[in-house]
């Protein structure tokens, strides 16, 4: 399979799973700063993750008021799957057909294919990168297009990830 087909796959399973449980603090082991490391069973799954500090929604130039479910970033270890350090990223809503995300992180730029509500980049080793530029940088932004046209750009923390990070590893790493 290739890792489109495969995050695909794991995107309904994050999407079952992950969000709605970042919000219950029942499974959350750990946080700093602006970061958290959550704890799922069956399978044995880690992310570290992150809510934005600011959003901006824009259409035909102008800032607008929409409404948009969870709004994530995570690092996520999947020890049973050998997925270690994946990143992804949820919008709150459906990506524009065949559009593509760009993360900037400290003057570095990665492009996250999107499917559905989720972005990922495209193989393991961006997702290394990322995780090394996240460790390295202060903010990461988001830049999106929703199936409605809207352009969002979500501005995120970097403060307690390489904690948060190293925790879940920990936690879960094979």
């Given at each position: 399979m290739t890792r489109r087909i495969i995050t695909s796959?794991?995107?309904?399973?994050?999407?079952?799973a992950s969000p709605s449980l970042a919000q219950d603090d029942s499974n959350r082991v750990a946080a700093e700063t602006d970061w958290a490391v959550f704890e799922g069973n069956e399978p044995k799954e880690c992310w570290a993750v992150t809510a934005p500090k600011e959003t901006t929604n824009t259409r035909d130039g102008r800032v607008v008021s929409v409404r948009r479910g969870?709004?994530?970033?995570?690092?996520?270890?999947?020890?049973e799957e050998n997925i270690a350090s994946e990143v992804s990223f949820?919008?709150?809503y459906p990506f524009a057909e065949g559009?593509?995300?760009t993360?900037?992180?400290?003057g570095s730029t990665f492009e996250l294919f999107t499917s559905g509500e989720y972005a990922w980049p495209a193989s393991p080793a961006e997702d290394?990168?990322?995780?090394t530029a996240i460790k390295r940088g202060a903010d990461a932004v988001v830049t999106a297009r929703s199936s409605r046209g809207t352009q969002t750009k979500d501005t995120f923390s970097l403060l307690g990830a390489t904690a948060m990070i190293e925790e879940a590893?920990?936690?879960c790493g094979s």
């Open positions: 796959l794991t995107a309904l399973t994050i999407a079952a969870d709004v994530l970033l995570f690092v996520t270890f999947r020890p949820t919008g709150g559009s593509t995300a993360l900037e992180i400290a290394q990168k990322i995780v590893e920990k936690l």
